[in-house]
């Protein structure tokens, strides 16, 4: 590296561009990468998620071989992402317990990826917050179509918590009268095409979700096996309250308080 180039380093935030988020090609001018980038990181941020504060994945600190192998998984996936993205086979999953780290896991494997100096476009999709926006919009084609398009289409999509308004404790939610909460006619409207659309297109995506493949199943077959085919091998499901990490944690700070 030049002396010029290390001075421009500490001078921009982006040295590529010099922060103006154009650069000049034979072909004219385009977009630098950075604008995309920054871009991304405020839809993030839309939904209160920071990607350069999020946690890492050095600070998920297994406890057991089952979660050293959780976390192991993540960095691989991270490692080989260039490799997979485009097979059948191509996204992550972190599924069952609540408070074991699901969401830390799959937020941390996006923000690396997002972060990293080839930036790949990882969308967040929180699944209670997006779906509720989609909703709030159906009648406004035109701006649900681009959110819509935007959870299809990024090259990378999270989705958080999927189906939490499904399930307790691990458990499909019943009502009073003992029948489950399944998927409705407004909810397959919306995430349905999400899904199918970056099946059927070889799209990848990091899914957390207190459900189980089993509970996935009983809430609809088809979407259970677009979900899990394309996870494949890098699946990770926790069973059982000894994997409530929060819970965990918590129990060591009450036990560090008593005199």
């Known amino acids: 590296m030049t002396g010029q180039n290390l001075e421009d380093k500490k001078r921009y935030k982006c040295p590529i561009c010099k922060d103006t988020t154009w650069i000049e090609t034979k072909d004219g001018c385009v977009r630098c990468s950075c604008y995309k980038k920054e871009r991304v990181k405020r839809l993030w941020e839309s939904f209160g998620v920071k990607p350069n504060d999020v946690k890492k994945l050095n600070d998920y600190k297994p406890y057991d071989e089952f979660t050293k192998s959780a976390r192991d998984k993540a960095v691989e996936y991270i490692k080989n992402f260039d490799t997979i993205k485009a097979e059948r086979e191509n996204s992550f999953g972190v599924f069952g317990q609540p408070g074991a780290g699901k969401s830390h896991i799959v937020i941390a ?151």
């Open 109 to 259: 494997i996006g923000a690396a990826l997002l972060n990293r100096d080839n930036p790949v476009q990882v969308i967040y999709m929180p699944y209670l917050e997006a779906t509720r926006q989609l909703k709030a919009n159906t009648n406004d084609d035109e701006y649900y179509l681009k959110l819509s398009n935007r959870y299809q289409q990024a090259q990378l999509l999270i989705i958080d918590d999927l189906f939490k308004d499904k399930t307790k404790g691990g458990k499909l939610i019943t009502d009073r009268y003992n029948n489950t909460a399944g998927l409705n006619e407004a909810d397959m409207k919306h995430i349905y095409p999400i899904l199918n659309y970056r099946y059927i297109n070889h799209l990848p995506m990091l899914i957390s979700s207190e459900c189980t493949p089993e509970t996935l199943q009983e809430l609809d077959e088809a979407l259970a096996g677009r979900i899990l085919e394309s996870c494949g091998d890098n699946i990770t499901i926790f069973k059982g309250r000894k994997y409530d990490y929060r819970m965990k944690n918590f129990k060591v700070e009450v036990n560090h308080d008593k005199p």
